[in-house]
């Protein structure tokens, strides 16, 4: 079945500093990738998501970027401010009539004021 | 729409008890799913359902769990007996085959056994 790789587990920036986060998936057939914030005690939220007929989206601060051949995606947060600390978490949905997303472990942001 | 609603938000109980879980998912979703969240685990997808059907419940951890979803906006997940290590969050999400496919959270249960 598909395995997602995420990392950082952990990452802290300074407010107004960029924050990167990547994962990686094994099933070539995977076809949408969403990215979810969970702030705490909160349920996951869809922030963001990309198709894999696209390569990269963006949505003002966020933008997520697909890499098919190294079958890789990354989160991409600008200008990051206090609100931006949450858990992160990245997911994949393969192909062939699946309707399981599979979901990386997560990476704790941390936006130092 | 209310989104994906669980109950109850908390629940506290002791260990051998039965604990049932429950959730209504969005109207006209189609596949819903059960996860269990915890700081050493993650997210671990339990099982789901798709037209109420249930498709993969291999993350079911053992025989004292059962989910159910009798009609197409109610499910359950049940323990019995319940175990202290059973204490975590259970998210329902469900999701629609048409459309986007990101899956809508409900706001979890927070489940102590004691």
Redesign the interface.
């Known amino acids: 079945g598909e395995n997602v790789e995420q990392h950082p587990s952990t990452l802290s920036v300074q407010e107004g500093d960029s924050a990167v986060i990547k994962c990686t998936y094994s099933d070539s057939a995977s076809n949408?990738f969403?990215w979810y914030k969970q702030e705490l005690g909160?349920?996951?939220?869809?922030i963001i998501?990309i198709r894999s007929n696209v390569g990269e989206k963006k949505d003002q601060r966020i933008a997520v970027t697909l890499n098919k051949t190294a079958k890789h995606f990354s989160l991409h947060i600008t200008e990051t401010q206090p609100e931006d600390s949450a858990v992160y978490?990245c997911a994949s949905?393969s192909g062939a009539g699946s309707?399981?997303?599979t979901?990386g472990?997560?990476t704790k942001l941390s936006v130092i004021p | 729409d209310a989104g994906v609603i669980q109950s109850p938000r908390h629940e506290v109980t002791e260990m051998g008890q039965e604990v049932t879980l429950r959730c209504k998912p969005i109207s006209g979703h189609n596949s819903l799913f059960w996860y269990r969240q915890t700081m050493m685990r993650g997210l671990e997808l339990l099982i789901y359902f798709n037209n109420n059907v249930p498709i993969d419940d291999s993350g079911m951890p053992e025989d004292r769990f059962s989910a159910k979803m009798p009609n197409a906006s109610f499910s359950t997940l049940k323990i019995q007996p319940s175990e202290p290590r059973d204490s975590a969050v259970y998210f329902c999400a469900s999701s629609s085959r048409t459309g986007v496919h990101g899956y809508t959270f409900g706001s979890g249960t927070r489940l102590t056994v004691v």
């Open positions: 949408y969403p909160k349920r996951p939220q869809l998501d978490f949905l309707y399981q997303l979901f472990k997560g």
